[in-house]
Nanobody, 123 residues
Framework: VQLQASGGGMLQAGGSLRLSCAAS????????MAWFRQAPGQEREFVAA????????AYADSVKGRFTISRDNAKSTVSLQLSSLKPEDTALYYC?????????????????WGQGTQVTVSS
């Protein structure tokens, strides 16, 4: 499985952005998907996850109420809508696919990773 993330960019605080992740094949329709991010000099951190059918969603406290994760299994895509962006949201955002179907914030549960897309938010 190959994952291709896109949609990153540079914008000012308070703005919105939509990230997309396309999977190379439809096997990911049975797998949980997630977004993680990593800022320079910091550890990779969990952002949001969604179960195989979208029935279970989890968010990091830092993005809850501002970010929305969704998926379209027919198109083998998962998206992350970012709103009310803050400078501290600046990071390289990665999408990931798990072997399992349930959503998890644990990065070790994810076997496949995209290359990352950069989001830069200025104050």
């Amino acid at each position: 499985v190959q994952l291709q993330a896109s949609g990153g960019g540079m914008l000012q605080a308070g703005g919105s952005l939509r990230l997309s992740c396309a999977a190379s094949r439809r096997t990911t329709s049975n797998n949980a998907m997630a977004w993680f991010r990593q800022a320079p000099g910091q550890e990779r951190e969990f952002v949001a996850a969604i179960s195989w059918n979208g029935g279970r969603i989890a968010y990091a406290d830092s993005v809850k109420g501002r970010f929305t994760i969704s998926r379209d299994n027919a198109k083998s895509t998962v998206s992350l809508q970012l709103s009310s962006l803050k400078p501290e949201d600046t990071a390289l955002y990665y999408c990931a696919a798990a072997h399992r179907s349930y959503a998890s914030a644990d990065s070790s549960q994810y076997a496949y990773w995209g290359q990352g897309t950069q989001v830069t938010v200025s104050s």
